[in-house]
């Protein structure tokens, strides 16, 4: 028998309405690991935010999270971490760049941090804040480390024109818009 990775994402696709993993699902997905299948979940999420799911599937794969950013494997102590990171001199630079016109909001992480200008209930729903530490402030003063994520909030429709004019000065650093919101992902 052919063994496949399969490799759910998560909102909108393994977890209902409830945010949470249907009990046949549940069971499917450990019958076809059973069989020697990989079963990997795939997430923007932070790790902490993916990790209750993992073990309640009873996963043994690896883990993708920050968007590809950061993948592991929590039971595997000997599996080779990869981890991408912005130079966090690139971010400040197009904090700076992009100004207040474009930039009412930036939202950063690292494993275990978040740096956010303006902490609100809406980023804080976005978030998944577990034991992380809270960092807010203007992003050129808290940002200290070479963050994984890096999303921002425009004070109105994003002028896409104008985020990706500055995006083009930096190799490999693009951007997604997040349709009907005014949020950029960088990537």
Request: a negative charge; aromatic letters at 12%; charged letters at 25%.
């Amino acid at each position: 028998m052919n063994k496949y990775l399969i490799a759910l994402d998560m909102d909108g696709t393994l977890l209902n309405d409830k945010k949470k993993v249907p009990l046949l699902t549940k069971l499917y997905l450990k019958k076809l690991q059973k069989q020697g299948h990989y079963i990997v979940l795939a997430s923007g999420r932070p790790p902490h935010a993916l990790e209750k799911y993992y073990d309640y599937i009873g996963l043994t794969s690896p883990l993708i999270s920050f968007n590809g950013c950061y993948v592991y494997n929590p039971k595997d102590p000997n599996f080779k971490v990869t981890k991408f990171e912005f130079p966090k001199d690139v971010i400040i630079n197009i904090y700076h760049n992009l100004g207040p016109k474009h930039i009412k909001n930036m939202i950063c992480e690292d494993l275990g941090h978040i740096y956010v200008n303006n902490i609100t209930q809406e980023n804080k729903d976005y978030l998944w804040i577990g034991d992380d530490i809270v960092h807010e402030g203007p992003t050129d003063e808290i940002l200290n480390v070479n963050p994984m994520t890096v999303i921002f909030e425009a004070p109105g429709k994003v002028d896409e024109v104008a985020v990706i004019n500055e995006l083009n000065k930096y190799e490999g650093v693009n951007a997604r818009f997040w349709r009907n919101t005014n949020f950029t992902e960088i990537y």
